[in-house]
C-alpha cells in the first residue's frame, strides 16, 4: 500500500518542484488515474504524467512562494 499519499481530486490545483518554461508552477488537475492530466494555470498548457511522475514532481510540502 501506498503510504499517506493526498487525495488529489480532478480540479485540485497542485504546485510541481518544476517550473514549466512559461514561468508557472500552479496546474489544475482535470484527469485523475493511471496517468494525471495536468493544466498549467499560467499558460493553460495540458500535459499527462504517469501517476508515479505525477507523485514525483508534486512538491507537496512547498508552499507556493512569489
Ligand atoms: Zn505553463
Redesign the pocket.
Known sequence: MSRSSPPWQVGHEVILKKF?????RRWTIYILGMDVGLQ??????RIKLARRQFERAVARDTPPQY
Do not use: L
Open positions: 514549466h518554461p512559461c514561468g508557472g498549467c494555470q499560467r499558460c493553460g498548457q
